[in-house]
């Protein structure tokens, strides 16, 4: 078994598992930080080489930027240099208006000083409002930057045509676009696949097992409701509500674990496979904090999903289609159940991002 590479342009290709950093942010229980960090060496040996994380993951960026040090000092810089990194750029709302040229790139600065490396592989952009401000001159400086050597490759997250495309317009060579894509929340195929086709854009997708609900420990359980102290799983038991009754997601966990057992894997690895083999995917972000979750991890390239496994999937499909509309659409109303638990105002003043200030 060998971990399966995507490239996203030439001399650029990644992992097709991505080692996730939102679950090491802190606002999804507790984290082991010396151990989280340690295991990440793990993940690297076994081919799983790119890393995601934010400006806005409190402390993720510090956790990526230690262990890349850690392991520069003992195995060398050829080993160090494996490691990639899929950051993001997400100012505030409340300061869209009036960010400056000066402050973006001062966000970038404080990434690069916080992993302590002098290339950003990746950065993807967000901007909450793209009516508010100047989100394409936004990315223009994140352009320059570029040209500076700061940054390697561009993308975007949580957007879908409408958004994107002023950027492509602008001139911007866009690698990728990270949405949410799973087997319950499937908006991107509405319109950005076909369209990221035609645009050579990979998707990288988030949220392949939902918080963590398209596992074996949810089977056979009772709903829970809606009452998590962890946003995470209030976030994806929302989107679990867009396709039917709780009674609807047990029939697909039981389904993806009689396909599991058919393949001599976990009902998680048929899920993220399913998004694998989906067109214009690239690669999907799997949060595994320790490297006590890297077998399974591992399964999703054991296996392939047939022809047959593919329609008994769709036939589910076919009767819970899930959230409709554009991509992260109802995340982004702020009024509606999905956007009232979002989190708008979690980077710091850019100008205090030289400064190496931990998010807020």
């Given at each position: 078994?060998?971990?399966?590479k ?7 290709g990644?992992s ?22 340690a295991?990440?060496?793990a993940?690297v040996?076994a081919?799983?080489t790119?890393f ?13 930027g230690?262990?890349i ?13 494996r490691?990639?990194v899929?950051t ?5 709302l ?5 960010l400056?040229?000066?402050?973006v790139?001062?966000i ?7 992993l302590?490396i002098e290339?950003?592989?990746l ?20 352009k320059?930057?570029?040209?500076k ?6 993308g975007?997250t ?12 602008g ?9 949410q ?5 499937r ?8 369209w990221?086709a035609e645009?050579?854009?990979?998707l ?8 963590g609900?398209?596992t074996?420990?949810w ?12 946003r ?7 989107i679990i ?12 966990l ?5 396909i599991?057992?058919r393949h ?15 067109p214009?995917?690239?690669a999907?972000?799997v949060g595994?904090?320790?490297?006590r ?6 399964e ?5 999903l ?15 289609p ?23 105002n ?8 030289v ?6």
């Open positions: 078994m060998s971990v399966e995507a490239a996203l342009r030439p001399g650029y990644i097709r598992v991505i080692k996730g950093g939102w679950q090491l942010a802190g606002d999804h229980g507790p984290v082991e930080r010396q151990a989280a960090i295991d990440m060496e993940f040996d081919g799983i790119a995601d994380c934010a400006d806005i993951y409190t402390g993720v960026e510090e956790m990526i230690a262990f040090s850690d392991l520069r000092k003992r195995r060398g810089a050829d080993v160090a240099d490691v990639q899929h993001k750029l997400v100012p505030d409340e300061r869209l208006e009036n400056s040229d000066t402050e790139e001062a970038v600065d404080r990434s690069l000083q916080r302590g290339r950003l592989h950065v993807q952009f967000y901007w909450w409002d793209t009516s508010i401000g100047g989100p394409v001159r936004a990315m223009e400086v994140l320059r930057c570029q040209e050597g700061k940054i390697a490759h561009l975007v949580n957007w879908d045509v409408v958004e994107t495309a002023p950027f492509l317009d001139g911007i060579d866009l690698v990728s676009t990270q949405v894509y799973s087997l319950l929340d908006r991107p195929e509405n319109t950005l696949v076909p990221s645009n050579n854009i990979s990288l997708c988030y949220g392949t097992l939902a918080g609900f398209l074996d420990g089977l056979g359980q009772p709903d829970p409701g809606f009452a998590f102290e962890n995470s799983l209030v976030k994806y038991r929302l509500d867009e396709c039917g009754p709780w009674s609807s997601f047990q029939a697909l039981r389904l993806l674990k009689e599991g057992d001599g894997v976990s009902l998680s690895s048929v899920a993220t496979r399913w998004v694998l083999q989906q214009q995917v690239a999907a972000i595994a904090r320790y490297a979750h890297l077998p399974k991890t591992l999703v390239f054991r296996f392939r047939d022809e047959q496994d593919l329609a008994r999937i769709s036939d589910w499909l076919d009767a819970a899930g959230p409709s509309g554009e991509v992260f659409a109802l995340e982004r109303d702020r009024t509606g159940r999905h956007g009232r638990i979002m989190k708008y979690l980077n710091t003043r850019p100008n205090d991002a400064l190496g200030a931990s998010n807020g």
